[in-house]
């Protein structure tokens, strides 16, 4: 089964679709695909069938969102905690991984045409070394195409990711790259595997489960959370309308909220550099009053110095990160 299913909405789905797009539409759309175990036992087939018939609806969910001018879509492939599933169930779930990214690197020419970048979220360095090569020769052979994004989160918990980030601000600490008052929220949102992308605007669990079970905790603070009881692979194009519907009803919120917690942490950042700056100055003065204006332009001048060592660092990362993935798809590691 291709990564992105060819073809168009039938004339129903058409008109809902355009119905659909005449409100607010979700750019950013991430999912829980729950349910391929319990579809297994339902249809009495084995329980990688049901993780097979999982990934090919994921296929067709790629072509409807991209039907509906979705272009970005992220989903949770496979959790750090799935590791203590059965031996055989992980070893199943690691080849169906090495099958289906083997096949991602023979549809070149259709994930170019569609313009499809997809990046791999988690730590890599958990899974087996083969696997390891197939995923950083897919994302390292899709990184420049800009069209729409699909991020798979693979060997991934929330909670392993900010712990990685809070790693990664501490490293650029020691590194002279920032200063530790540089360290805010706004920072350790760069940090996140997930940097790249905006946060999602929706976020589906399929299954009737109604917990995130520990995926993008951060980034889904102020998105859309819409639980379902459909089983992955019987997951429908009417399932995901009647999900935007929902995004649609509760934009209104979750944009005010959304600008809020932005004020917020724009006036935490003001708040922090006034702090930095006064402290400074203090030592600078030997304690003599300084005056407003003097006090202002210090406090443009560190506020500029500081997005410049934050650019530097981010650039850095993003540099460490680029080089494991073309380090582990070269010539040399495949050798």
């Known amino acids: 089964m291709s990564w992105i299913r060819e073809g168009e909405l039938n004339l129903l789905e058409r008109l809902f679709a355009n119905i659909l797009k005449a409100g607010p539409m979700p750019k950013h759309v991430a999912f829980i695909m729950d349910g391929n175990r319990r579809y297994a036992r339902k249809r009495h087939v084995e329980r990688q069938e049901?993780?097979?018939?999982?990934?090919?609806?994921?296929?067709?969910?790629?072509r409807w969102c991209l039907n509906l001018d979705?272009?970005?879509?992220?989903?949770?492939?496979?959790?750090?905690?799935?590791f203590?599933?059965?031996?055989?169930?992980?070893?199943?779930?690691?080849?169906?991984?090495?099958?289906k990214f083997l096949r991602l690197l023979d549809e070149q020419e259709n994930l170019r045409k569609h313009g499809v970048c997809i990046r791999v979220l988690g730590d890599l360095t958990l899974l087996p070394d083969d696997l390891q090569r197939l995923i950083a020769k897919s994302v390292v052979a899709t990184r420049a195409h800009n069209k729409c994004f699909l991020n798979v989160c693979f060997a991934y918990t929330s909670r392993h990711e900010i712990a990685n980030a809070v790693k990664e601000m501490a490293w650029g600490v020691e590194q002279g790259l920032l200063h530790?008052?540089?360290?805010?929220?706004?920072?350790?949102?760069?940090?996140?595997?997930?940097?790249?992308?905006?946060?999602?605007?929706?976020?589906?669990?399929?299954?009737?489960?109604?917990?995130?079970?520990d995926f993008l905790l951060w980034q889904t603070s102020h998105s859309c959370l819409v639980f379902q009881s459909v089983l992955w692979p019987e997951y429908s194009f009417w399932n995901l309308c009647e999900a935007i519907l929902q995004y649609q009803l509760n934009h209104p919120s979750l944009q005010k909220a959304w600008e809020l917690h932005r004020e917020s942490q724009a006036m935490q950042q003001l708040?922090?550099?006034?702090?930095?700056?006064?402290?400074?100055?203090?030592?600078?003065?030997?304690?003599?009053?300084?005056?407003?204006?003097?006090?202002?332009?210090?406090?443009?001048?560190?506020?500029?110095s500081r997005e410049e060592r934050v650019r530097r660092f981010l650039c850095t990362l993003q540099q460490k990160r680029d080089a494991f993935f073309d380090h582990m798809s070269g010539p040399t590691v495949l050798a």
């Open 180 to 213: 530790s008052s540089d360290v805010s929220e706004a920072l350790l949102s760069q940090c996140l595997y997930s940097s790249r992308s905006p946060n999602p605007d929706l976020l589906i669990r399929t299954s009737g489960e109604v917990r995130l079970s």
């Open 84 to 99: 203590k599933r059965s031996q055989e169930e992980v070893d199943g779930l690691m080849q169906l991984a090495k099958e």
């Open 50 to 62: 049901g993780h097979t018939q999982g990934f090919d609806k994921l296929a067709e969910t790629l």
């Open 70 to 82: 979705i272009h970005e879509v992220t989903v949770y492939a496979f959790s750090i905690e799935n």
């Open 271 to 304: 708040e922090a550099d006034r702090s930095c700056v006064a402290e400074l100055l203090h030592h600078r003065s030997n304690g003599k009053p300084v005056d407003s204006q003097a006090r202002q332009t210090a406090l443009l001048r560190y506020a500029a």
